[in-house]
């Protein structure tokens, strides 16, 4: 199908979509889940093909993990589905409201985007997850998958719509965009058609999205975390929540990449920290400096602390003071979560007021950054831009608002 | 100055703003409205410069009127300062916050997006206005103004400046861009340097940015408001309604464009809705089946209903039911402000309920889509995108928000 014709019936769903109730959204959303499981086996065939032949295009490992499904992960995504569908609807939530001096009444209410257009890698779980949120939210989606995952995503798919069709909602809420990148760039310039773009994968896919896109785009992006050790800092604290933030999963964006270290604390704090990191198996890049309290650091390249490295790597330097590690933290940043680990409560202040970024955390790993972690029970991605969303997003996130006013005949002087 | 510069200094401006309370930015408020009437003469000469140069250059004289000072024009925008400075501040608002079950605790922080960017037409007065809204919500102002104004906004850009320069916020909170078509282009790409880009201006500029900016741009978009008067209408309410939204400011988005009549009521309703309209100056553009009510219906054109004439222009149309009318305001709609006058509740709730707009509006003229009709004191423009702002935006739409995590060492399981 064309994608000007998806993008169509999508718009018509997400009009149907957007005055269903709660209890229509969650029956869809067990309908689905209960077609995704009975599906398990076609999905899982599917899959195999994906996995084949990204073998054979000699993929990394990593990806290939991140690609394959099994019997788990298939119940995973059902279950994620079913999840959903307990928790609160945030469509028709008032958000504010007044009556004006004249009498008008104004109340901000929430509403669907309408259609959302999600751009992401080869994890066929995202498929399942992400057409679950907007569902839930009442938007219509539109899957841009990778073609690498081709099998599995319209395996899962089909499941879905499968699942909507014996509801009364729609299924074209959920779409599956396929094509050459051709299409991508027709999603990002389809203005009208679609209401917001996320792109969900690594800093090339976000990057290109942002700059080409022509609707909006909520960027979900890359982090680049610092964790500052404090002159006061307890150094057991600060230890744990460094070794939490660096390695309980390095893979991840609310993972830490930077230890920044006051000169003070130094001599004390860190020939125990690097060796607790080596213990580890991480890798530290420093300065010489840095090099004088333990005999395996790897100097430090000149954008050392610009990578997001996402692995047992971690970049490190000393700094004098606060201040050094606030200008340290503004140059570096990408925006994400920024940690202080402090006694000083004025230090502290000022960290969490100084720092720009989506998150700011006093003395707790930035591992907590997540909208699991946060309670929201789902997250469509971590936000590091500073439109609309900011930090983890949930349902909540992927609603706009419109104002209802009423009156009795009233008009303006 | 390179543009480059000017964004680096916008950028360490904005980090000092982005801490300073809300007395020092009303005292800087209140010296730039000080300033700005201290130099009220040297702005006048500056500003009948660029009317001369506009009237040599044939433009018309509804630009011209937007473009030319007068001493109450300049008091006019002095007071507009001052009034910012008694309205709230919303930095450092908690949005919302709670306790994670291992006790670590969030807060959702309002504070400033950092710099925000504004592109407008050749209206000098935009110049101190969004000025004022971006530095009393903490943000530095990257002011993009016509070139057909610039000695008007040079000369207030200097009286803003020296104002703020008599207390301890920098200067550079507020900047003019200067240059050719190219720190347009310039200001559009510059991600990480602009944090919001906002054009305000006709509909040829508004879709420049949006579809060329690499940065997240705010859309304050075109009004193509629709009014649709039900069956069960009262019709002297609709009538006032009527005439209000269309002739009493005709040259703003939210002024009526296309007025929907129910066919049952058009019989009674229209040919006195018409000759009022007539009588008010207003062209109706209609179909035979509307010209069949009054001689003085000008055809309407394959493109009538998407007009946004800003002008004592009307398109009408006969409708044979609510369906009808939300199926041609969905096809037609620009998301500004859309208006239905009935009597029926069920059909109120399905007009507020399905209409996809910024302000859906039940028995009130749609004029009252404005940041001060809601009441908000200030206004920076009104968005017609869902993402971040939608309907009127004040000083709170021009925060992001943080989020604040404090623990006691907790770490991630």
Not at 57 to 65: C, F, P, Q, R
Not at 231 to 240: C, I, T
Not at 381 to 403: D, N, V, W
Request: with cysteine.
């Amino acid at each position: 199908m064309e994608f000007l014709e998806q993008a169509q019936r999508a718009r018509a769903a997400a009009r149907a979509l957007a005055t269903a109730s709660r209890g229509r959204k969650d029956a869809a959303l067990a309908a689905m889940a209960q077609h995704l499981l009975d599906a398990a086996d076609t999905v899982l065939a599917a899959n195999a093909l994906d996995v084949t032949a990204a073998q054979e295009a000699g993929t990394e490992a990593s990806l290939i993990d991140r690609l394959r499904l099994t019997p788990e992960r298939v119940a995973g995504m059902a279950s994620g589905l079913v999840d959903l569908a307990g928790l609160a609807d945030p469509v028709g939530d008032v958000v504010r409201g007044w009556t004006n001096p004249n009498g008008v009444q104004v109340r901000q209410v929430r509403v669907p985007f309408g259609v959302v257009g999600i751009i992401y890698e080869a994890r066929p779980n995202v498929t399942a997850d992400a057409a679950g949120i907007a569902l839930k939210s009442g938007n219509a989606a539109l899957l841009r998958g990778s073609s690498s995952a081709l099998h599995s995503n319209r395996a899962i798919i089909e499941a879905l719509r499968a699942g909507i069709a014996t509801t009364d909602l729609p299924v074209d809420a959920v779409q599956l965009v396929e094509g050459g990148r051709e299409v991508t760039a027709d999603m990002m310039a389809a203005r009208g058609l679609i209401d917001v773009l996320i792109p969900r994968g690594g800093a090339g896919l976000i990057n290109a999205v942002v700059e080409g896109a022509k609707v909006p785009v909520i960027e979900t992006g890359t982090g680049n975390c610092h964790l500052f050790v404090d002159a006061s800092a307890d150094p057991d604290m600060a230890l744990e929540i460094l070794l939490n933030a660096k390695t309980q999963r390095p893979s991840v964006c609310n993972a830490l990449e930077t230890l920044l270290v006051h000169a003070d604390i130094a001599p004390s704090f860190l020939p125990r920290a690097l060796a607790e990191l080596e213990c580890a198996g991480v890798t530290v890049h420093g300065a010489p400096d840095v090099a004088a309290f333990s005999e395996r650091i790897v100097p430090a390249g000149p954008d050392e602390f610009d990578a997001e490295y996402l692995t047992l790597d971690l970049a490190c330097a000393i700094v004098p003071d606060l201040d050094a590690a606030l200008d340290h933290i503004a140059g570096h940043t990408t925006g994400h979560s920024e940690t202080i680990v402090t006694a000083d409560l004025a230090n502290a202040d000022r960290f969490t007021a100084e720092v720009d970024a989506a998150a700011v955390l006093v003395n707790a790993s930035s591992r907590f950054v997540d909208g699991g972690e946060f309670g929201f029970g789902a997250e469509i991605g971590i936000s590091t831009q500073k439109l609309h969303a900011r930090g983890p997003m949930a349902l909540t996130e992927m609603t706009s608002t419109k104002y209802v006013v009423t009156g009795r005949g009233q008009t303006r002087a």
